[in-house]
């Protein structure tokens, strides 16, 4: 029986689109997309960010020095957490497990993206707990983020689920005997929690 249920939050709860900033930054930095997709996916800053060993005004000075971005640290701030979109079934989803059993978030991120993601959609504050990777100084597919996870919210691993889009962090999560769902949509998903016993049909 499932007791608990961690969901992630990028591409699971709220859609994550680099794509809407496209046009401002190629504007800004005289740059092509894909240089500054490689920057952002490849790079070393936004690991490291995402782990909180640097700063938000630290990454916009290697955007400014890497990238030549002309703008000011508030406008890069906007065009940085201006990606988000809400997954509305989901959001539907996780609001009417509400009351029935805990749900957690557990989400690779930075102070910029969740401040902005708790501004715009406050119900996913409003969750029983959260492990966020900026905070903790750990990033899926580490088992030790889950590990830290259910120690932090005292669950057991055979009874709790992991909904989360990427394969490699499902994978991470069953190495630490969670219970998993890979998301990919949101009608899979709402089946595969009925098949679980955790929604009715």
């Known amino acids: 029986m499932i007791a608990a249920i961690i969901f992630d939050l990028g591409n699971v709860l709220v859609t994550v689109d680099w794509g809407r900033v496209m046009g401002p930054f190629t504007q800004r930095t005289g740059k092509p997309w894909a240089e500054i997709a490689r920057f952002a996916d490849g790079g070393a800053e936004m690991p490291r960010l995402m782990r909180g060993e640097i700063t938000p005004a630290q990454l916009y000075h290697h955007v400014v020095r890497d990238l030549n971005f002309a703008g000011g640290y508030d406008e890069f701030v906007f065009l940085f957490t201006n990606i988000f979109t809400p997954i509305e079934p989901m ?24 401040e902005r993601v708790w501004r715009d959609y406050p ?14 100084g750990l990033l899926k597919p580490d088992p030790a983020i889950y590990r830290l996870a259910l120690a932090k ?42 098949k679980l016993g955790v929604l009715p049909i």
């Open 123 to 136: 119900a996913l504050h409003d969750f029983e707990g959260h492990v966020l990777s900026h905070e903790v």
């Open 91 to 114: 959001l539907t989803l996780a609001a009417r497990l509400k009351g029935r059993l805990p749900r957690y978030i557990l989400s690779n991120t930075n102070r910029l993206h969740i």
């Open 153 to 194: 919210f005292g669950l057991r691993p055979d009874r709790t689920l992991l909904v989360d889009d990427l394969p490699e962090n499902v994978a991470g999560a069953q190495t630490v005997g969670l219970q998993t769902i890979q998301h990919r949509t949101a009608d899979e998903t709402h089946r595969e929690l009925t």
